[in-house]
């Protein structure tokens, strides 16, 4: 590839120095300009294997267009030679689990591969994930069960959305008569709204205040406000736990 991309303007700044044609940048050489796009130029190119293409000057010179697409080919046509999964939902989750734990300019990164979370090496193929996992059912999605451990058979299943809200590092959790459930779900077995649990949550109540009809200390004179609520919520709780 050419040297001579820029030259320095006198303020300290940079220009890019016009493709010219008979140029090679990777496989390709520059053969004329075109037309304008935007405040690009596209260039016609001739790629090594023959084939004209045409592609913007920026990415010529950058590298992010390196040929006609032909060096891709044999990469593609191996994957899809070998699973012929290329276009499912399947693949597409594998290739999103590879990408948050590998790729560092993939936005969920900092909360996977940038804390630690890996995929074991088995599943860096496709073939042995799908061999391991199988088929996707439908309405669930590839989920961890320890979120603090990675990627692998032990630790992964397929769950619904509704078992992954379950399952994640911000949920909280409350314990009540020796049960340890997350907030949701409480609010799922009492009745109570979640938003009203969260909210005496965010207040400071403790987890026994949390389904009172009031919290004890506003009570008056040692009254019993909110102690009827209090026996009616936790027997049925137990009744949905036994």
């Not at 044609?21 to 023959?50: A, I, M």
């Amino acid at each position: 590839m050419p040297e001579f991309k820029a030259t320095r303007r006198s303020n300290g700044t940079f220009k890019a120095i016009p493709l010219e044609p008979g140029q090679k940048y990777n496989l390709l050489t520059v053969l004329c300009r075109l037309r304008k796009q935007g405040h690009n130029w596209v260039w016609s190119c001739v790629c090594d294997c023959g084939t004209k293409t045409e592609a913007l000057g920026s990415n010529i010179r950058s590298g992010n267009t390196k040929s006609c697409g032909c060096h891709k080919g044999p990469a593609i046509s191996k994957s899809m030679t070998i699973h012929g999964k290329s276009g499912t939902r399947c693949y597409w989750l594998w290739q999103n689990m590879m990408r948050r734990c590998y790729d560092n300019k993939n936005s969920a990164y900092g909360n996977y591969g940038g804390r630690g979370i890996t995929v074991c090496a088995r599943w860096h193929e496709f073939e042995t994930f799908y061999a391991d996992m199988g088929e996707r059912p439908a309405g669930h999605s590839l989920d961890r069960i320890e979120n603090e451990l990675g990627y692998s058979l032990e630790n992964c299943r397929w769950a619904t959305r509704a078992d992954q809200a379950r399952n994640t590092r911000t949920n909280v959790m409350i314990t009540r008569a020796g049960q340890t459930k997350t907030l949701a779900e409480w609010a799922e077995i009492t009745g109570i709204p979640y938003s009203r649990i969260h909210a005496r949550k965010q207040l400071g109540w403790s987890d026994e205040e949390l389904f009172l009809g009031k919290r004890p200390a506003q009570r008056i004179n040692g009254g019993q406000n909110g102690a009827a609520d209090r026996q009616v919520l936790f027997a049925r709780a137990l009744k949905v736990l036994a």
